[in-house]
């Protein structure tokens, strides 16, 4: 470092030093911070306020204002606006007083662990293809990394296409093997099917392409000197490409998690909830309470707030055990 | 003092940090693999290629079918193929509007998405500031929030400025989405660029910002390339802020707009796949300019987590 090769004698030297440093880092944080704090936190906070009042698209106004005949406005507070309701939402969401909680929270759960299984599995599979060396290698990582180009909501038109009952594609090849056509839609687990199908083939190019690059960087002389030792394929890559794996795969298991956990098109377009509601997520439900019928924006913000307690004590939960394995993150 | 670093340096650095998937060789195969073997990766991969590809072909083929033969049972790749609904989808619906303001959405979003995480990304990859693992923290935080708690404050804060129904409050939004997660990983690609470029430019004069500008960035293209992709996607697939800020016909985009296409019993299937093969179009027009530096720009960025 050439500073410090002229090290200042003075503090004061290397306050300013730090300061000039400093000032140019902030000028350059500045508007993503900006933008952030004003349309990230400060809803935030907003949002966890309405959590704990009954605030909805009936009771929104504070003020009630009427036309006086001199043409002026006469305002008065709305007698009916929204109060603060202490814990009533949690009571009621928890309780299943209103809405299902419980059932959107299984589902969620069956969702989000079978999303991210099949998207790591399968896209470690891939790009442990992908990373040998044979002939139209880049001609099938191209091809294979297509889903990912393609709009969540179109893929979830696509695959509800492909899984209509009556004349989707699925159905037809399946009566052509002699099984019946099966109506995806009219139950709960083959309808939740539907959109985990439609969702790990969209997810598995990001997680393929992450993990061939975690692949690329794991250096090559210890595969030479693992088989000079006489490793089989399977120990090398139990120990060697599974731990050199680790930087990538940590991050992208948790950054996986916290999206599918918060996947909202899919959900919403292949299944809807078919049937009757039984294929919501909490995400689905949330937004479906704030702007469906009678929008009710204090329970959506209460199952916001419930959202991301959850994703907070997984995101701390999951650092605590890969620290507790040496990983530091 | 004028001349700015001698061309070598940057020659020299160049290849260090472009990814491997760059080298033209692939790492030396350990021992020629048998047929048998060959033929079982030739044969999964072509599999999985046929899953990735085919819905999209299926829809495709699809489009081209007239109104009435979509809804068969049989199993048939084209039945007098036709334009008709392509037509239909630009001519009699308001398909072509919804597409311009899709593009105009996508576009900001990626150019102030771009500058906003390029420039924030450097800054917390080279410069110790106070409030910078909190700023890092923050970032991965923002990833949690789910929209369902946000969508009404910022439909609040959006309608007290007046922005309710146009483009500004949209592109806005997909900032704040693509923005922390775009920075987090540009940080990581830029720390792969060596440190002692800045500092040579540095002796030569230029200020930091004349460093990042022409210095860095022309070094983190692969990292660019993919945070126009990404930033680029999120703004042209996103729904539910689309579906509740927008409101007006004319101002709608895709996500938003194609839903007039899918009323709750009787989807329009004819509308909809021609749409659908349209609007992948840009997605794959971007997808096409980027795709070689995906693989190389991602890694960098998720391992240096």
């Known amino acids: 470092m050439s500073a410090a090769a002229v090290a200042p004698t003075r503090d004061q030297g290397r306050f300013r030093r730090s300061f000039d440093k400093n000032w140019y880092a902030w000028v350059m944080v500045v508007p993503t911070v900006l933008v952030l704090g004003v349309l990230v936190l400060y809803p935030l906070f907003q949002g966890i306020y309405q959590s704990f009042t009954n605030l909805n698209e009936g009771n929104k106004q504070e003020v009630i204002c009427t036309k006086t005949l001199g043409g002026g406005e006469d305002c008065r507070d709305n007698p009916k606006k929204s109060q603060f309701v202490g814990v009533d939402n949690y009571v009621d969401l928890l309780t299943g007083t209103r809405g299902s909680f419980w059932l959107q929270f299984t589902n969620t759960i069956v969702w989000t662990v079978s999303c991210v299984f099949f998207h790591f599995t399968i896209g470690l599979g891939l790009a442990v293809m992908l990373n040998r060396r044979f002939k139209g290698r880049a001609f099938y990582r191209v091809l294979l990394i297509v889903p990912w180009a393609v709009p969540a909501f179109v893929s979830a038109f696509a695959w509800k296409f492909l899984f209509n009952p009556s004349f989707g594609l699925i159905n037809t090849m399946l009566s052509g093997v002699g099984i019946d056509p099966v109506a995806w839609f009219d139950y709960r687990w083959t309808s939740m099917f539907t959109a985990i199908v439609t969702n790990v083939w969209l997810g598995v190019p990001f997680m393929m392409v992450a993990i061939l690059g975690g692949l690329q960087s794991i250096p090559h002389d210890l595969y030479e000197a693992a088989e000079i030792d006489g490793a089989s394929p399977w120990q090398r890559f139990r120990n060697i490409t599974m731990p050199g794996l680790r930087p990538v795969s940590s991050t992208v298991i948790l950054l996986g998690t916290i999206w599918t956990f918060n996947m909202f098109p899919i959900i919403f377009f292949v299944t809807g909830g078919q049937p009757a509601g039984q294929t919501e997520i909490l995400v689905t439900g949330a937004y479906r309470a704030a702007f469906e019928g009678l929008r009710n924006y204090s329970l959506a913000a209460t199952y916001g707030v419930l959202i991301l307690s959850m994703l907070m004590v997984y995101a701390a939960a999951y650092r605590r055990v890969l620290r507790a394995q040496g990983e530091v993150f | ?305």
């Open chain 2, 1 to 305: 003092m004028t001349e700015m670093l001698p061309a070598q340096s940057l020659d020299r650095a160049a290849p260090e940090e472009t990814s491997p998937t760059f080298s033209p060789e692939p790492p030396k195969p350990r021992r020629e693999r048998s047929t048998g073997a060959s033929i079982a990766l030739h044969a999964t991969l072509i599999g999985a290629t046929i899953i990735a590809l085919f819905p999209v072909v299926w829809v495709f083929l699809s489009s081209l079918k007239p109104r009435n033969s979509i809804q068969t049972s049989e199993i048939t790749f084209l039945d007098n193929p036709t334009l008709e609904n392509y037509r239909r989808v630009l001519f009699d619906t308001s398909f072509p509007t919804w597409f311009l303001n899709s593009v105009i959405v996508a576009l900001f979003t990626m150019a102030i998405g771009i500058a906003m995480s390029a420039t924030a990304g450097y800054a917390l990859s080279r410069f110790n500031f106070p409030g910078k693992r909190g700023l890092m923290w923050v970032f991965l935080i923002t990833q949690m929030f789910p929209v369902a708690i946000l969508i009404v404050p910022i439909y609040t804060i959006m309608s007290r400025l007046g922005l309710i129904d146009t483009k500004a409050s949209l592109i806005i939004a997909y900032c704040t989405v693509a923005v922390p997660f775009c920075a987090w990983m540009l940080r990581g690609y830029f720390d792969t660029i060596p440190k002692e470029l800045d500092e040579a430019a540095a002796l030569d004069g230029v200020g930091p910002f004349g460093t990042f500008w022409r210095v860095i960035l022309p070094l983190a293209r692969p990292g660019l390339a993919v945070t126009a992709f990404y930033t680029f996607l999120t703004a042209w697939g996103e729904v539910a802020y689309a579906i509740a800020f927008l409101q007006t016909e004319e101002t709608l985009t895709l996500g938003a707009g194609l839903q007039q296409f899918v009323p709750r019993f009787n989807p329009q299937w004819d509308l909809l796949t021609a749409g659908s093969i349209l609007i992948m179009l840009p997605a794959a027009i971007v997808f096409f300019f980027t795709q070689k530096h995906l693989v190389g720009g991602l890694t960098a960025g998720g391992t240096k987590g």
